[in-house]
């Protein structure tokens, strides 16, 4: 009897885990199937998006031109830096540089150079061009489809998914630059304040 009793337990456990994990498999299945390439780059895009848009706007216009060689550390090596606003204005022209060969917009001759058009001087202006350069990445991420993403557009000898990635991957290395500039004028960075509060 009790051999009856165990085995009756267990079959019913092993049908509990089985049935669960059909059902699991299912909705996976689901958010597997409405998980693309171009759509699993863009989420990418827009997180680092969200970073670099609310740091910019979280440092006062009046502290955009600092760069840490303002501090004149002794023993560091910090002449020549980009201040905050080139930081900006550099990732939104490395954006329009590299998501543009997977798009195949034309790259602005302005935007040459590494700190974006010389016009741009306001904060707001180097936003609104921060956040263009991201529009252009999402309309990149769009293109990508499984047959596409390992062609090279262009002269590039990267792929487009390669492209795609390497500008969230570029964005994410001077977001780690921009988060110690404005911590160095006494700011918590938005991603690292409370959200309680």
């Not at 990418?44 to 031109?65: G, Q, R, Y």
């Not at 034309?106 to 016009?119: Q, R, S, T, V, W």
């Not at 998914?161 to 921009?178: C, I, K, N, S, T």
């Amino acid at each position: 009897m009790r051999q009856t009793k165990s085995f009756f337990v267990l079959a019913v456990v092993f049908l509990a885990i089985v049935f669960g994990q059909t059902r699991t498999n299912a909705a996976q299945t689901q958010q597997l199937q409405a998980l693309t390439v171009a759509s699993a780059v863009d989420r990418d895009i827009s997180a680092v998006e969200k970073l670099i848009v609310e740091l910019a706007e979280a440092m006062p216009e009046e502290k955009c031109n600092f760069s840490p060689e303002n501090l004149n550390i002794p023993g560091s090596d910090y002449k020549g830096v980009r201040t905050f606003a080139q930081q900006v204005k550099h990732v939104a022209a490395s954006n329009y540089a590299i998501w543009s060969g997977v798009t195949g917009d034309k790259f602005p001759k302005d935007y040459l150079g590494g700190n974006g058009p010389e016009n741009i001087k306001s904060k707001a202006d180097a936003i609104k061009f921060l956040k263009g350069s991201f529009a252009l990445g999402h309309k990149a991420a769009a293109t990508l489809t499984v047959e596409n993403m390992l062609q090279n557009p262009g002269t590039s000898k990267s792929s487009r998914l390669r492209l795609a990635v390497f500008g969230v991957e570029h964005a994410f290395d001077h977001y780690g630059q921009m988060v110690e500039y404005v911590r160095m004028n006494g700011i918590v960075p938005p991603a690292s304040r409370d959200k309680s509060n």
